[in-house]
């Protein structure tokens, strides 16, 4: 009853690959059409069946006919009945509820495919009150709610069928070139490639939006321009803060036909929206006083944009989960690194902005020379004794923050930075007051939230010109920022058990290069620091990363 | 195999050598025809038993078998030998009692069946050739093809579940553990928890209420069993009429069969539970069909669908990946450890759990030592994969050992006792440490053993006691785990059963019948050779002999008189029935008596078979009156 297969596929619709299987990649390939990829360490990689992964995969013409045949196939063991009647009966759900346009443009029409479906509707309150009765089985509903109904309708196990065509923005031509600006041959890479294809589909209903995960320092940036070629219209990039602002900017002129003035900046300090305009989340959620309005974003709302893209989409803020429900009629595309949210808000983000459409395990992107090789170590370090008895008095809070500011950790960046002589630096802490220690023990540039964007600039500048080979960088690193030669990270401190900022900071020394990369997290041994580094390992240990561990002592 | 036929024929003589005249004269004149006076009996029984060796008869007598024969050997096949009244009981939910009845008297005719000390047996000439024939599917039923994947309670459940109980320290089932168990369906699960909750308790393997703890020694010695005797002994904790062996031996092949059979009707199930119960001499208990199904033995799936039960299943090495689970395939060797120091998150087809720093020290607090867990994982992985994990393990381990609380006594003695102490190798056992040169932590639980040590060592241990003892109140055993565990091991499935018969079909042997009738006999002879040709009794021409064995055994319809002629000769007779047709019903009865109104009308007193409730019937009422020999013995 066993065949050599990779596959199990376990009872509680995870399916567990073999990745050291010799058929593995050919099994993966058939199973991201209609599953989830949960976790891929290094050697059994987790992939999940869910009402998503299966409606994705009716939306796209891999009917439930296929994804059966397809399990039965890789599966090492006769798949568990209860699985096959889940997918059955999952995929048939697809088609049940169809939007379309109907003969009033303010309004959408839903079609339910039975009476059972409409009454089951109606009953529901967070759906009647947007839902008019049309006829025996359809309704209308204001165009505005799209996003709305169609959240409430997964919510209860109904997929809506999305038939609506997405609104072509205004036309605006774009190409990829072959060579940058800078004169560097260039090409999208295979999986880039994937990603953007598995987003738009044919273009007709059902795709045009949704989210692709990808590893730091995978380029996910042109992914992004490559969808923006494909559409060539209006576009709208929301990103993190200004320095990454300004290397999207950067990149989509280096790197596409449009030109400077094509591109508009649109942050706290400049709003100049243009054909292609880049922003931050902060902008837009911006407002003067706590009850009022957010007046910037209308940006997204009013801006006739054709694409609108979320970068690190883990990110967004809650102000524009509205408003981006009302988007639905947008092209738009989420990017991220790490799914993880702390506040456990995954599902929300990815409903609203689309499901995920595209993700690849790190290790294997690390495999083919996409990303960097890196070995993480976990230095631990123990208390200065003087510190022993109040770190013992101290509260969990206080406890944490001595941990984390542990003086000793000064005389380990030391060591850690003479063992890498030839690397390119990054100090990354929580505690300003510990990074600014360090930058003045050492002498260094650091960055922080309060160091002007014009001094970020300059010094991010120095750093990617080699002029300056160690940066003593706050959170305001973590995410977005491109340093393309960095190789090394020492991390003094971190936000308690942060899974992503793990992974992000991680990122930021992932780019390929012709050297491995070093990833440090200083930790205080026998404190709770150890607990909280342990947590925020969780992400990257099921990347497949592993912390080598090392006790410094004296 | 000659001492095998000599053996079979001693017994076949020593069988008929027991019967009642009636039954063994009944017996010599069909098959050895007219009996001529004066006679002698054993030359008759070594005829008879020649008759029966030969093998032409026992051929035409296997070629007479037909489905009905089959499924009342099969019955005693698996039950052993039974009193036929026992049989008739067994099977009146399948056929009606008349039928059984019938063909259990008519096995007997035929010598299929002997009888012996009041049980039925196969006949020992053809024991083995029968006992070939039999099976299980004309008595339980049609069989699956394939074997369900229903999970049940196996050894490595109750690993998973001991973990779990680790993490939680309680035992109350709740709804987030469908996830670590999802091939269980919810209802079910939470039912298997309680049970093997109930039993572990029993067993003290687990104790305490509110904080639950294990006793890993217990827990160990249950695990010492395979699937097979754990599943055993889980049901001999429910029974309410366990027997010790006799009980396991009953759960043994019940699972034997169970295993043989794939899936099971209801009334087939009640049907095993009950032959197996006579066969092992235990009471019938009703709620060992609940206790399957708690157990995950049997499934309901229109049927009852029967778990693999695997015996000896073949063990995988260890997967330990980056993000510290711990995963296998299929099950871990007996005396696995993984449970002890992990916790588990899913129990499935692939058993993945997960090694943290509470399941560690959790690990190291019940007993396990690092060097154990070290030794664990470097045996059952590649070193790729554990060697960053034994090096946190090493170190937490390290910081583990850097505070030791002991429950212990202080003794302080002078310098002189202390070495006597320190030196006197008897105590070391009772010794847990020396803290100083004069200053020893001695074991509490052995107080009363080193103090005897002491004072015939000739130290004189002070008397003041300045601790309150503590008292450890030992939960009382049902029964002694040891003991159930001993008889658990001798659990063995046994897979002889033959679950599918072949094809029957009986073979007449027309000829004879053709010879019958154109014998020159007369019509009463003929008639009688008829009719003990029909019911398989004339294997060979040898029996066509002029005579009549039987009187009329039936009448009906008009033929009054003839009706109360037959009940007349049964009344009394205690190898005879009587098969009244009614117009509503069908009545076997035993005859008390055929008594007559004052209107000259005849009325029989009997007995209705099974019940033997007395009844009075005006004869005229009755149909048909058929004359049952129900015991040839």
């Known amino acids: 009853m066993m065949q050599d297969t990779p596959l199990i596929v376990q009872s509680d619709k995870t399916l567990l690959l073999d990745v050291h299987h010799k058929d593995s990649e050919a099994c993966r390939a058939d199973l991201v059409r209609f599953c989830e990829l949960i976790k891929s360490p290094e050697h059994m990689h987790t992939y999940a069946l869910s009402p998503i992964s299966l409606w994705n995969a009716a939306s796209s013409g891999f009917d439930v006919d296929s994804v059966v045949e397809r399990l039965k196939a890789w599966s090492r063991f006769p798949v ?84 609506v065509p997405l609104v072509k923005g205004p036309d605006v031509p774009i190409a990829l070139r072959s060579e940058t600006l800078g004169g560097k041959p260039f090409s999208v890479r295979p999986y880039q490639q994937m990603a953007s294809d598995a987003l738009l589909g044919d273009l007709g209903p059902g795709c045009g939006f949704g989210t692709i995960v990808l590893p730091c320092g995978s380029g996910k940036t042109v992914v992004g321009m490559h969808i923006m070629q494909r559409l060539c219209t209006r576009t709208l990039v929301v990103t993190t803060n200004v320095a990454a602002v300004h290397q999207w900017m950067q990149e989509i002129q280096d790197k596409t ?101 595209f993700d690849v395990p790190w290790n294997e992107l690390q495999q083919q020379g996409f990303i960097a090789e890196a070995y993480c170590h976990e230095i631990r370090i ?8 109040p770190y013992a008095l101290a509260t969990k809070r206080e406890k944490y923050r001595m941990a984390s500011e542990n003086p000793l950790k000064l005389e380990v960046v030391k060591d850690l930075v003479s063992r890498h002589p030839d690397d390119f630096i990054l100090i990354i802490g929580q505690y300003l007051d510990q990074l600014k220690q360090i930058a003045d023990a050492f002498g260094l540039p650091i960055i922080t939230g309060s160091t002007p964007n014009a001094k970020r600039e300059e010094l991010y500048k120095a750093f990617k010109e080699g002029d300056c080979r160690i940066l003593v960088v706050s959170k305001v690193a973590n995410f977005a920022i491109d340093l393309p030669d960095a190789s090394v990270a020492i991390q003094v401190s971190g936000t308690f058990g942060s899974r992503s900022e793990e992974a992000q900071r991680l990122g930021r020394i992932l780019r390929p290069k012709n050297r491995s990369s070093f990833f440090y997290s200083v930790v205080t041994r026998y404190s709770n620091e150890e607990e909280f580094a342990s947590n925020r390992q969780k992400f990257l240990a099921e990347q497949g990363y592993s912390y080598e561990i090392e006790v410094w002592t004296n | 195999m000659d001492q095998l036929t000599d053996h079979a024929q001693q017994q076949f003589m020593k069988l008929l050598g027991r019967y009642s005249e009636d039954s063994y004269f009944y017996l010599v004149r069909n098959y050895l025809g007219v009996v001529t006076t004066p006679f002698h009996k054993p030359q008759l029984t070594a005829r008879l038993c020649q008759f029966f060796s030969q093998k032409t008869h026992q051929d035409r007598m296997l070629e007479l078998l037909d489905e009905l024969d089959l499924v009342i050997l099969s019955l005693l096949a698996v039950t052993g030998p039974l009193p036929s009244e026992v049989v008739m009981d067994l099977l009146k939910g399948s056929y009606s009692y008349g039928t059984i009845l019938r063909r259990v008297a008519n096995l007997q005719e035929r010598l299929v069946l002997m009888t012996d000390e009041g049980r039925l047996v196969f006949n020992p000439l053809l024991a083995e050739e029968l006992a070939l024939r039999c099976s299980l599917r004309p008595l339980f039923g049609e069989h699956a093809q394939q074997v ?44 298997l928890f309680n049970a093997l909750t109930q039993v572990l308790m ?20 249950l695990l010492e069993l395979d699937d097979h005797q754990l599943v055993c002994l889980l049901l001999c904790s429910q029974m309410s009429t366990f027997r010790g062996e006799s009980s396991f031996a009953f759960c043994s092949d019940l699972l034997s069969y169970l295993d043989a059979l794939m899936q099971i009707d209801t009334a087939s199930l009640k049907l095993l539970i009950r032959s197996l119960s006579l066969k092992h001499g235990i009471a019938y208990d009703s709620e060992v069909l609940t206790h399957l199904s708690t157990w995950g033995v049997i499934t309901l799936d229109g049927v009852w669908k029967v778990a693999d039960i695997q015996t000896g299943q073949q063990t995988n090495a260890l997967l330990i990946d980056s993000d510290q689970t711990i995963s296998y395939l299929g099950s871990r060797p007996k005396d696995d450890i993984l449970y002890r120091f992990t916790f588990i998150e899913v129990l499935d087809r692939q058993k993945r759990y997960r090694l943290t720093k509470e399941s560690f020290l959790w690990g190291l607090d019940s007993g396990l030592s690092y060097q154990e867990i070290e030794r664990y994982l470097q045996d059952n992985s590649s070193t790729a994969m554990h060697s960053l994990l034994l090096k946190q393990l090493g170190m937490l381990n390290e910081r583990y050992q850097a505070i030791t609380v002991y429950d212990a006594l202080l003794l302080s ?10 030196n006197l190798p008897t105590l070391a056992e009772h010794r847990y440490k020396s803290i100083s040169p004069t200053l020893f932590l001695m074991r509490r639980d052995t107080e009363e053993i080193w103090r005897q040590i002491l004072a015939s060592a000739g130290l004189l241990a002070g008397a003041t006691r300045s601790y309150e003892k503590i008292e450890v109140q030992k939960q009382k055993e049902a029964l002694s785990l040891s003991l159930l565990l001993q008889q658990a091991l001798r659990c063995r499935r046994c897979t002889t059963a033959k679950v599918e ?133």
């Not at chain 1, 902060?282 to 609108?308: A, M, N, S």
């Not at chain 2, 680790?166 to 699960?189: D, G, T």
């Not at chain 2, 018969?501 to 008829?530: H, N």
Request: charged share 30%.
């Open chain 1, 257 to 357: 036909t449009l030109d400077s003035s094509q591109i508009g900046e649109y942050t706290g300090e400049r709003k100049d929206p243009r054909d292609v305009t880049v922003c931050t989340y902060q902008v837009l959620t911006y407002r003067p006083d706590k009850e009022g309005p957010f007046p910037h974003l209308e940006l997204l709302t009013k801006g006739r944009w054709g694409l609108i893209i979320y970068d690190e989409v883990h990110m967004l803020p809650a102000p524009v989960f509205k408003v981006t429900a009302e988007l639905q009629a947008v092209y738009r595309v989420g990017l991220t690194a790490t799914l993880v949210r702390e506040d456990g808000r995954e599902d929300e983000v990815f409903s609203l902005v689309g499901p995920k459409r």
């Open chain 1, 80 to 163: 568990p009945e209860s699985i096959l009647f889940y997918v059955k009966d999952i995929a048939s759900r697809w088609g049940k509820v169809r939007l379309s346009e109907s003969d009033d443009p303010r309004y959408y029409r839903l079609f339910v495919d039975s009476q059972r479906i409409k009454t089951e509707l109606m009953q529901r309150k967070a759906l009647s009150k947007l839902l008019v009765v049309k006829d025996e089985h359809s309704f209308l509903l204001e165009t505005y709610a799209r996003g709305e109904v169609k959240l409430q309708l997964i919510k209860i196990g109904y997929p809506v069928e999305d038939r």
């Open chain 2, 501 to 633: 018969g072949d094809t029957v079909r009986p073979m007449i042997d027309e000829s004879l019948q053709r010879e019958i009738e154109s014998s020159s006999f007369s019509q009463a002879q003929k008639q009688d050779l008829l009719h003990r040709f029909h019911a398989k009794m004339i294997l060979s021409s040898s029996q066509i002999v002029a005579q009549v064995i039987n009187t009329t055994i039936e009448a009906g319809g008009f033929d009054y008189q003839g009706k109360v002629s037959l009940a007349r000769q049964a009344v009394g007779r205690k190898d005879v029935a009587l098969q009244l047709q009614l117009t509503d019903q069908e009545l076997v009865v035993q005859a008390l008596e055929v008594a007559y109104t004052v209107q000259r009308e005849a009325l029989l007193k009997a007995a209705v078979m099974p019940t033997m409730e007395v009844k009075i019937l005006p004869i005229s009422k009755i149909f048909l009156i058929r004359l049952v020999r129900f015991h040839v013995s």
């Open chain 2, 202 to 221: 029993q067993n003290l393997v687990l104790t305490g209420d509110k904080k639950v703890s294990i006793d890993y020694d217990r827990a160990g010695m």
């Open chain 1, 382 to 389: 123990d208390l200065p004794k003087e510190l022993e008895i």
């Open chain 2, 413 to 422: 003695c002078d310098e002189r006792t202390a070495h006597v102490v320190q």
């Open chain 2, 148 to 191: 369900s994947s229903a999970p049940y309670c196996s050894t490595e459940f109750v690993r998973a579940y001991l973990s779990l109980v680790a993490k939680e320290s309680k035992v109350a089932f709740r709804e987030e553990y469908l996830r670590v168990f999802p091939s269980f369906e919810p209802p079910r699960l939470q039912q």
